[in-house]
């Protein structure tokens, strides 16, 4: 493996989206989904007792998704007056459903309890976020209404595209065994990952045989997002077998800070300048690189949920734990960033910190909902919902849902030149693709029958 190491253009990093700016429009992007959770949440537990759940999905799609598709297209040049419009619109609704519960509410409640009670919601509600923004963008990102600065950068940046891997990397390790302070052992991790390498050598199979372009640039000539989720799930269970979680965070920073300097000593050059892929490794060198920080990033989620779930019934304490969380993990995403970027292609010390800070902070701003929900809902209600049914469908079937979108995102690919589509026909064609997706997983969730890969 020979290669020669130069600077990087500084020509090519001018272009790249790695400043404060593109970081705070990313975060603009993704919060107003929180607001819409929360109306959605609010309307769900005033038409509970008047209408069917299929009812009160068509309207939860219509209140948080189609928003959503909104604003990462046509609404996206004012982010900003989103959230407030969002803050202010919320503010409306809460306290016309307020007023609304007090006037109606029955005077005996003798076992107030949230619909679902018996699992923690703001695991559900930002597992779900999630998977929605991650969905919406894989083909959103193929039509010329979605801005080209969203897309996955190059190098090094802070696009809306390059979290997506990342964030679907927390999701899943949040709800580890490990959290509970269960093992999940090495061969049923084994097990389980083998489905995503099946799925994954499907997918370069089917790419090949229908010539769909997939750039080379993002996991490697044979790697893809699957085959990242399997390793990562794999090594990560080995060091959690033998590390307890109490522990893993030293372990976890150890293997960042090993990946960030190899990357500094020679793997970055490597990834970057090298076109050379003449062997397995040079041809998947972006796939086998980031696997080191993605296996990192996997083990700080599971080892920040195990101590969340320790606080998590003490409001105080887990609010403290939050805020320090969050605090430390924006301090280290901007000190990595001064001096090393943030790039996704590598999963760098910067990429893995910036996506704990957004992965923690939407996970600490439901949390801080589902509380507040219970505390106003409580002794009005004999029952509420803290999360939404379309949320409950895609958390029940997540792997289903981001295949469903895969499948249909290269079939729409397949069948049009998306670049020729129009805004309005863009748009129109993503609320059909994603009333699909989600119209499966919420068939699955109302039959019960829960696909376990």
């Known amino acids: 493996m020979e290669f020669h190491p130069a600077e990087i253009p500084s020509n090519i990093l001018n272009h790249t989206t790695n400043n404060a700016q593109n970081a705070t429009e990313t975060i603009l992007l993704v919060l107003p989904s929180f607001f819409y959770m929360i109306i959605a949440v609010l309307l769900s537990t005033l038409l509970l007792p008047l209408q069917s759940k299929t009812s009160i999905f068509f309207a939860e799609f219509v209140v948080i998704v189609i928003p959503i598709i909104l604003n990462v297209t046509i609404l996206s040049p004012y982010v900003t007056n989103v959230v407030i419009i969002s803050c202010f619109i919320l503010g409306m609704h809460l306290i016309i459903s307020l007023v609304y519960i007090y006037c109606k509410r029955k005077k005996s409640i003798k076992a107030p309890k949230s619909i679902t009670s018996n699992k923690k919601d703001y695991i559900t509600n930002v597992r779900a976020t999630i998977n929605l923004i991650s969905v919406i963008a894989i083909l959103a990102v193929d039509f010329k209404v979605f801005p080209s600065k969203y897309s996955k950068t190059h190098l090094t940046g802070f696009s809306l595209m390059d979290v997506g891997v990342g964030l679907y990397v927390f999701a899943n390790a949040i709800v580890a065994p490990e959290v509970k302070g269960k093992k999940d052992s090495i061969q049923n991790s084994i097990r389980g990952s083998a489905i995503l390498i099946i799925i994954g050598l499907l997918r370069l199979v089917s790419t090949k045989l229908t010539h769909y372009k997939v750039s080379s640039s993002e996991y490697g000539v044979h790697w893809n997002f699957f085959i990242t989720l399997a390793f990562t799930k794999i090594f990560s269970s080995c060091i959690l ?146 999360s939404p049914y379309l949320y409950e469908a895609v958390n029940y079937n997540g792997l289903v849902f981001f295949l469903v979108g895969n499948v249909l995102t290269g079939f729409v690919n397949l069948s049009t030149n998306t670049k020729l589509v129009s805004n309005a026909n863009a748009l129109l064609i993503l609320v059909v693709y994603m009333l699909i997706n989600c119209g499966v997983v919420f068939g699955l969730y109302l039959k019960e029958w829960k696909l376990k890969f």
Do not use: P
């Open 241 to 386: 077998n033998v590390i307890n979680v109490k522990y893993i965070f030293l372990n976890a920073s150890m293997l960042t800070f090993a990946h960030e300097t190899l990357l500094q000593m020679s793997f970055k050059q490597w990834v970057f300048q090298s076109d050379i892929r003449n062997n397995f490794l040079d041809a998947n060198k972006e796939g086998i690189v980031s696997t080191i920080g993605y296996v990192a990033l996997y083990l700080h989620s599971v080892y920040f949920a195990y101590v969340i779930k320790q606080q998590e019934k003490n409001y105080r304490k887990a609010s403290v734990k939050f805020f320090l969380s969050t605090a430390i993990t924006l301090t280290l995403t901007f000190f990595c960033n001064q001096h090393f970027q943030v790039s996704r292609r590598l999963a760098n010390a910067g990429y893995i910190f910036w996506i704990l800070f957004i992965g923690i902070l939407m996970t600490w701003l439901f949390y801080l909902a589902e509380n507040a929900e219970k505390y106003l809902f409580r002794h009005k209600l004999r029952h509420y919902v803290c």
